[in-house]
């Protein structure tokens, strides 16, 4: 069965710092790969997704993501952190091919970003 | 609406009661999914719909959940007999199809089981 861990429960960065927030994941094969921000009275609304090909994928908001497969990885990344980039960031993966919904995902437990002014 | 529209955003029973938790997709979108948000945990897949298909409902955590879909647009989460360990946020997504990988989520429903 396909997991996902993101060992961060909780990060807290100054506002213009870099970021880096940690996913791993086990799956099968070549997984689809996706990082998910959810704002305070929000819902989830996607920052990026990794099918195959470039494994350094841009996004949304300034954020970008890479793919390694050695490591089984999927590192979300800003070089700048704004105030309003405060949020609940979620990794997921997709299982591929066999008729399998892209969107019947796994999610990790979520990792809070607080931003300092 | 321009979103998923879920109702209620919050909703208190007592245990063994049963409820209903309403999902509006996005007008066009043929997939449609729940998810579930307990405390301190990630998104759990529960069930999702494609147009007319039969559901896959492997996610259902016990036979006290179902849901329909009607029409092909609004579904219906039912909980019967909720326990208390059914207290989590309820999300609905919902994208253009399955094979169609950008969810569109609503805001959710927040249930608590007294």
């Known amino acids: 069965a396909q997991s996902v861990t993101q060992p961060d429960i909780h990060i807290t960065v100054s506002e213009g710092a870099s970021l880096e927030l940690r996913c791993n994941y086990s799956y099968g094969a070549t997984p689809y790969l996706f990082w998910y921000v959810q704002s305070p009275g929000q819902g989830l609304q996607l920052l990026l997704k990794?099918?195959?090909?470039?494994?350094l994928v841009q996004g949304i908001k300034g954020f970008e993501a890479e793919f390694k497969r050695s490591q089984s990885s999927f590192n979300l990344r800003k070089p700048s952190v704004h105030w309003s980039d405060a949020a609940e960031y979620f990794c997921a993966v997709g299982a591929q091919g066999g008729g399998t919904s892209y969107g019947k995902l796994t999610f990790g437990q979520g990792t809070i970003l607080t931003v300092h002014p | 609406g321009a979103g998923v529209s879920q109702s209620p955003s919050n909703k208190v029973t007592e245990k063994g009661k049963d409820v209903e938790l309403r999902c509006d997709p996005i007008s066009g979108h043929t997939a449609l999914y729940w998810y579930r948000q307990s405390l301190g945990q990630g998104l759990e897949f529960l069930i999702y719909f494609q147009g007319n298909s039969a559901p896959d409902k492997s996610g259902l955590p016990s036979d006290r959940f179902s849901a329909e879909r009607t029409g092909g647009s609004v579904s219906t989460l039912t909980i019967q007999r909720t326990q208390q360990e059914d207290s989590a946020v309820y999300l609905c997504?919902?994208?253009?199809?399955?094979?169609?990988?950008?969810?569109?989520f609503g805001s959710g429903t927040q249930l608590s089981v007294l």
């Open positions: 997504a919902s994208s253009l199809s399955s094979t169609n990988e950008k969810l569109f």
């Open positions: 990794y099918f195959s090909g470039d494994t």
